[in-house]
């Protein structure tokens, strides 16, 4: 295990270490001290690390993560995880706004609640979240999964595509396109396994899965007097 | 794009180290808005019968000791004035009607940047850190204090222009975000015979509450009728005479975050300008909700 402080040699200089590390390098624990809430620690770290960030941290954390496992011990500010690749962020806390924006892939896992915008534009990436979403969650997600362990905000999934979305509580509406899908045995299968990876003790049949109604693929003519 | 911070002393015995406490604070959000930087600080409050003014005049060599002596004769009043920088603290028991008249027609340079019983406004353009040292806030003793740095994007970079624009006795607001129907809304008020000093949206937002403020709706009226009349995107931070209220417009795209422990309660546009706090580690921390009124320590 290596240490880090923040503190003394700054983002820069932390996530230069980051990107400085050969891939076969057998140093792959790093521990992060000092975040000080600090914008894009660990941001665009490309190979098999295991990282712990000892407190609660800015903007960006860990975006375009390939492969890393990410571990933030506090709370995480806005874009926890943007545009992850692959691998794993996992915050123990509460995340801000967008967290998991336009991921791609890999696994982001909220131990606490996340606010608006969780999973805006989600491209392939799962993401559980232990507590509840805030609104437009899901905003224009593409693909990937969200499970929700506790109750989304107002408009979850408005102008929806492909993604899936598993929701344990109540959610307060559904937005543009969005609707509530039949919870078939492949569902509950892949819910049971994100539920697993992310360590969280609920049964897949308490939720309900949301999904895209796919009403606005195509211009509906009988609408063209509202244009 | 701006900065807002805000911390409210609930341990007295922390209060001759607020302006140290808030420095770190006011300076890490200097990315945010580095163009100008405001504070409103709540310290040395004035005997009932007296009001608190804070001026300011362009010119730094500006004759304060004359406006002291001479509104001392026209109105028949004490006046006590302690200049610093472009700014000067005027302390009178004349009416405060009658302070603003006759400052109008007499000394046509100097701005009334805000007043009450015990809000001080300092507010300039240039780097948070510089305009901070400029008015010696760092030594400075309250009970709380609000602050802004500035990225203008609505209007022009002036000191006229910088945040927190006064609303009423002991009332400033710092706002991040940008408003939508500011021009419209700024007729309307002027019809109201609300009077403006600059382009700034914000300050349109302050005028809105001022106006509602006199009318008699309390600083949380206020801020409800707000969240209808005002469209656009804004975090409100709005210090009162015992406090600060914060509120997020509907959709709340402007950041924000929240944190109290036994001895404080701060609110920052992002978490790294607490981070500097003692025991912000371990404090309860939480993202306002949006269109939710949040108020310390006043009865709003």
């Known amino acids: 295990m290596h240490e880090l402080d923040l503190k003394a040699i700054g983002v820069t200089g932390i996530n230069q270490k980051l990107y400085n590390i050969p891939k076969d390098s057998n140093e792959r624990h790093w521990v992060i001290r000092n975040p000080m809430g600090q914008h894009a620690i660990a941001c665009g770290v490309d190979g098999p690390l295991m990282i712990d ?37 996992w915050v123990k806390g509460n995340a801000s706004e967008s967290a998991g924006a336009t991921a791609n892939g890999g696994l982001l896992v909220i131990e606490g609640d996340a606010s608006s915008r969780c999973g805006i534009s989600m491209k392939g990436v799962d993401i559980v979240v232990g507590g509840s979403v805030g609104h437009m969650s899901a905003f224009m997600a593409q693909r990937g999964n969200l499970v929700v362990c506790g109750d989304a905000g ?22 543009s396109d969005c609707i509530e899908k039949e919870m078939r045995q492949e569902h509950l299968e892949d819910l049971a396994r994100l539920l697993d990876r992310a360590r969280m003790k609920h049964r897949p049949e308490a939720f309900r899965r949301y999904g895209s109604a796919r009403k606005l693929y195509n211009f509906n003519v009988d609408h063209a007097d509202a244009y | 794009m701006c900065g807002i911070v ?19 604070m006011l300076i890490e959000m200097t990315a945010r808005g580095p163009d100008s930087a405001g504070v409103a600080v709540y310290r040395n409050p004035v005997k009932d019968n007296e009001v608190k003014f804070s001026l300011a005049h362009d010119d730094k060599a500006f004759n304060w000791r004359h406006v002291e002596g001479a509104l001392e004769e026209a109105l028949n009043c004490e006046a006590a004035i302690h200049q ?15 302070v603003v008249k006759w400052l109008k027609a007499n000394a046509p340079g100097v701005r009334v940047v805000g007043s009450g019983h015990t809000v001080e406004i ?17 030594s400075a003793t309250g009970t709380h204090i609000i602050g802004h740095t500035r990225m203008a994007t609505e209007s022009a970079v002036t000191t006229a222009g910088s945040h927190p624009f006064a609303t009423g006795a002991d009332l400033c607001l710092v706002h991040n975000g940008s408003l939508s129907n500011h021009n419209r809304l700024r007729e309307n008020l002027k019809r109201e015979g609300m009077e403006f000093q600059t382009e700034n949206d914000s ?3 302050a005028a809105y509450m001022t106006w509602k403020l006199r009318g008699g709706a309390t600083l949380k009226q206020a801020l409800e009728d707000g969240l209808k009349d005002l469209d656009g995107f804004y975090t409100f931070l709005v210090g009162t005479a015992d406090g600060f209220a ?55």
Not at chain 1, 67 to 86: D, L, Q, R
Not at chain 1, 160 to 174: D, P, S
Not at chain 2, 8 to 20: F, I, S
């Open chain 2, 122 to 138: 300092f507010k300039e353009t240039g780097l948070p850190e510089k305009v901070y040292d400029r008015f010696n806030l760092g």
């Open chain 2, 6 to 24: 805000g911390l409210y002393l609930k341990n007295p015995r922390l209060q001759p180290q607020l302006g140290a406490m808030f420095k770190p």
């Open chain 2, 203 to 205: 300050e349109v937002a």
């Open chain 2, 84 to 98: 610093t920088g472009t700014h000067c603290i005027l302390v009178t028991d004349g009416k405060e009607e009658d």
């Open chain 1, 53 to 89: 960030i000892m407190g609660h941290v800015g903007f960006y954390c860990g975006g375009m993560n390939k492969e890393a496992e990410i571990t933030i011990h506090g709370h995480a500010g806005v874009g926890v995880a943007e545009n992850m690749m692959s691998g794993v962020v």
């Open chain 1, 154 to 175: 107002e408009a979850l999934g408005d102008s929806i595509y492909e993604a899936r979305l598993y929701v344990r509580g109540r959610a307060v509406n559904l937005g």
């Open chain 2, 246 to 300: 914060v509120v997020r417009d509907p959709i709340a795209c402007k950041h924000a975050v929240m944190a109290e422990t036994d001895d404080w309660v701060a609110m920052a546009t992002e978490w790294r300008a607490i981070a500097h706090l003692p025991g912000a580690d371990t404090a309860r921390i939480w993202e306002p909700e949006p269109a939710t009124i949040y108020t310390w320590g006043g009865n709003a």
